[in-house]
């Protein structure tokens, strides 16, 4: 099965281990992944100002390239870049006077009316894969392995977009399921990592980031999967700061979803960039035996 | 009466075009390049003309048609005069060039973040791109750069003339062509693979290899001399890659 995949700027350089781990599973699963052969930063944030389309040209500049690609459906990794490019388009979509405004402003490019299918891969695998066929390639199961979802707020909001219901969402849950991990609910999945106030309120943005971890832990958590560069840097990178600064802050190991899912399909631990993760991230492979060395 | 010389009567009339120079309406032969037709109204160039081969970017123009909201561009000595055109000479925009040290940096994409922040406010507006009148695709480069991938940027602009129209019509304010040259600075030095069968061959030079050849050589009278280069084994042009020479001594 071909898919036009578009992998985002940060998944090139230090978030390259979602994408590497990534790609590897598509290809245990027969997905092959044709990454656009031209595109452009998606934008990274979806402009709220309602008359500010000057930041939609990008995302829908993307957009047209898969269709020049010939395809009418395009997979994501990036949380941040799927929720931008599928607002985009839904704006493209719905919205005519912005969609000719747009059009009319890109006059080097071919009209684009919102044709193109938006997907994250997790959608992708719930819906056009399967959690079946994805089990059948799961050679090494997370057993034991008490992870927690974290979703994050861009791939349930807004309703539009939404991967999954806002309020109590399943796709990572099944997802990790099907990996054989011990899925940990805990109420701290679906709040947000503090994102980009990170620059303007670090010390805002490191304790909801921190209240999420130990919302994790208390909840008996022993790793968190996400599926966001962003959210990894707040809670992945700032730990250290964390584990200084508030008193009872636990070490978390935080892994890519498609980390964890490479090691389950017993995919060479290389693909997984793990130099890019926390320390004990490898450490708590190793204690159950499902990395080696 | 007067007798019209014969060859006036038949010279091919050249046909004159109006065109604006800066506003100023100007009747010039249809045939020539915007360079020529300038200095034909009248002009002097004393800067911004250059190489008139279309190679260093000194001649930048913008113009307009009539009826056409487009923005067009081109090299003033390769582009020939349309009528009605309105034009303006650019031969230089303001663009800042960060200081660096160029023995100092490494080729990792953390480096061109640092030394041009500015690339992030890139929107895709894609203006840079329209406005090349090298056909760059300058909106491409920038993609590449903003995801580290500086090989792809230098490999993008190379054709790039560093004119500086591209940071004339930039809504994030951007040095692209001055971006573009610390890729192709940085691919060229750090990233591109060393030529490994260059540096020994220099080593073999240094180590002396050649020089009894050499000496040989400088001891031939003129005669012997061109003969001896006459009868050169030559590399055929249709050679593939895994021609040798008959005499492989010196390999």
Redesign the interface.
């Known amino acids: 099965m071909k898919i036009a995949y578009y992998p985002g700027c940060t998944l090139k350089t230090k978030g390259k281990s979602l994408e590497t781990s990534a790609l590897a599973c598509m290809g245990q699963l027969g997905i092959e992944a044709e990454e656009l052969e031209r595109w452009n930063c998606c934008g990274a944030v979806y402009s709220l100002a309602d008359d500010d389309l000057i930041h939609i040209v990008a995302p829908v500049r993307d957009l047209i390239r898969v269709k020049q690609a010939g395809h009418d459906k395009v997979i994501t990794l990036c949380s941040m870049c799927y929720n931008t490019l599928a607002r985009a388009n839904e704006l493209m979509r719905h919205d005519e006077e912005k969609r000719k405004t747009i059009n009319d402003f890109m006059d080097e490019e071919p009209d684009y009316t919102g044709d193109v299918q938006v997907l994250h891969f997790l959608d992708f695998l719930r819906d056009e894969i399967g959690w079946d066929k994805v089990k059948e390639k799961v050679t090494k199961p997370l057993s034991g392995m008490k992870v927690a979802p974290y979703y994050g707020c861009t791939l349930l909001r807004p309703k539009e977009v939404a991967i999954d219901r806002a309020d109590q969402p399943e796709v990572m849950h099944s997802f990790l399921e099907t990996l054989g991990a011990e899925v940990v609910d805990f109420p701290g999945a679906i709040q947000c990592c503090g994102t980009y106030q990170v620059l303007g309120n670090p010390d805002a943005a490191l304790k909801v980031s921190h209240d999420i971890l130990s919302d994790a832990t208390s909840h008996g958590a022993e790793a968190l999967a996400l599926t966001c560069p962003l959210c990894d840097y707040n809670m992945s990178k700032r730990q250290d700061q964390m584990l200084q600064k508030y008193e009872g802050a636990r070490e978390v190991p935080i892994y890519y979803f498609t980390q964890l899912m490479a090691i389950a399909m017993g995919i060479p631990v290389e693909e997984c960039h793990f130099e890019l993760n926390r320390e004990s991230s490898v450490q708590l492979l190793k204690s159950k035996n499902l990395v080696t060395g | 009466m007067s007798i019209v010389p014969q060859e006036e009567t038949t010279a091919t009339e050249t046909k004159m075009v109006p065109i604006y120079i800066m506003g100023k309406r100007y009747e010039v032969p249809a045939t020539l390049t915007i360079m020529k037709a300038i200095e034909y109204a009248g002009y002097k160039y004393i800067r911004g003309c250059g190489c008139r081969g279309g190679v260093c970017g000194a001649c930048s123009t913008v113009y307009r048609k009539p009826g056409d909201y487009k923005i067009y561009t081109g090299l003033a000595c390769q582009t020939v005069v349309e009528p009605e055109m309105y034009l303006t000479q650019m031969p230089f925009y303001p663009a800042n060039r960060t200081t660096y040290d160029f023995g100092e940096l490494t080729g990792t994409?953390d480096e061109i973040n640092r030394l041009y922040p500015e690339l992030?406010r890139?929107?895709?507006?894609?203006a840079c791109?329209?406005v090349c009148p090298m056909d760059v695709?300058v909106?491409?480069y920038?993609?590449a750069l903003?995801?580290?991938?500086i090989q792809a940027a230098a490999e993008i602009s190379f054709d790039c003339i560093q004119c500086g129209l591209c940071a004339s019509r930039c809504?994030g304010e951007l040095p692209q062509y001055h971006i573009a040259q610390l890729a192709r600075r940085l691919n060229g030095a750090y990233l591109t693979p060393k030529a490994e069968h260059l540096q020994t061959m220099c080593a073999n030079i240094d180590a002396g290899r050649y020089d009894p050849g050499l000496a040989e050589l400088k001891g031939m009278d003129l005669e012997t001399l061109r003969n001896t280069y006459q009868s050169r084994e030559m590399e055929p042009a249709s050679a593939g890659e895994d021609w040798t020479p008959q005499d492989k001594s010196h390999l």
């Open positions: 994409p992030f890139c929107v895709a507006c894609n791109t329209k695709q909106m491409d920038i993609a903003k995801r580290g991938d809504m």
